[in-house]
């Protein structure tokens, strides 16, 4: 079935400094990708939505210079989390979809900024 | 919006216990119906599914049947495990291109 790899599954880092997390559509070309970010015990809350070669779509409230998607190839988002500051602690999970792919999710990133 | 309203958890359990997670939805036209499952940690897999009303989605043991006339999709289990501890999800899309949208998820414990 439908693979997505995401990478980190965990960072810390410091306050300040920015995070680059990467969803890889494994078997299946992923036109769209949707990057959501859940706080603990918590649902799942759409930030952005983004599809090949086209700029993201980011729901309201969501700072599109802060959190930077970039879905340049068919295989390959990346969401970038710029001067991070420990409000931005969170685990982000990212979903992608393809032409004849349903909705699949990534393992999950947890974010901690110290 | 659409929206998706699941029962507050936690909800415990003993092992062989039957379970229901009631899930309620509002949404313009026929969505699909989503039940996703969250192990601690990891992310979210998709448990079972229903495209139209009548519909009953199963996988594992676990049902639910769209139900168009009263807008639900209640998740049921005849007898859980401990293995079944997880947070499950209840979601909604109204077409084949937008975002999932969740209900706030219920956590399940099962003790043995």
């Known amino acids: 079935g439908a693979v997505v790899s995401q990478h980190p599954s965990r960072v810390i880092c410091k306050s300040g400094t920015s995070v680059k997390i990467e969803c890889r559509s494994l078997?299946?070309?992923?036109?769209?990708m949707f990057w959501y970010r859940q706080f603990p015990k918590q649902s799942l809350m759409l930030m952005a939505t983004s599809n090949e070669g086209s700029k993201a779509t980011y729901e309201q409230g969501v700072e599109k210079d802060k959190f930077l998607i970039n879905h340049a190839s068919l295989t390959l988002s990346t969401l970038t989390v710029t001067s991070a500051h420990p409000e931005d602690s969170s685990f982000y999970i990212c979903s992608a979809q393809g032409d004849r792919s349903g909705y699949t999710f990534g393992s999950g990133t947890r974010l901690t900024v110290v | 919006g659409d929206s998706v309203t699941q029962m507050e958890g936690p909800v415990t359990l003993s092992e062989e216990a039957f379970l229901t997670i009631n899930c309620t939805y509002t949404a313009t036209g026929y969505p699909s119906l989503f039940w996703y499952v969250q192990y601690p940690g990891e992310g979210l897999q998709l448990l079972l599914k229903?495209?139209?009303?009548?519909d009953k989605g199963s996988n594992k043991g676990f049902e639910a049947t769209y139900r168009k006339e009263t807008t639900s999709f209640h998740l049921e289990k005849g007898s859980v495990q401990v293995s079944d501890s997880a947070v499950y999800f209840c979601?909604?899309?109204?077409?084949?291109?937008?975002?999932?949208?969740f209900g706030k998820g219920t956590r399940l414990s099962v003790i043995a």
């Open positions: 078997d299946f070309q992923a036109t769209t």
């Open positions: 979601a909604l899309t109204s077409s084949g291109n937008t975002p999932l949208v």
């Open positions: 229903a495209t139209k009303a009548d």
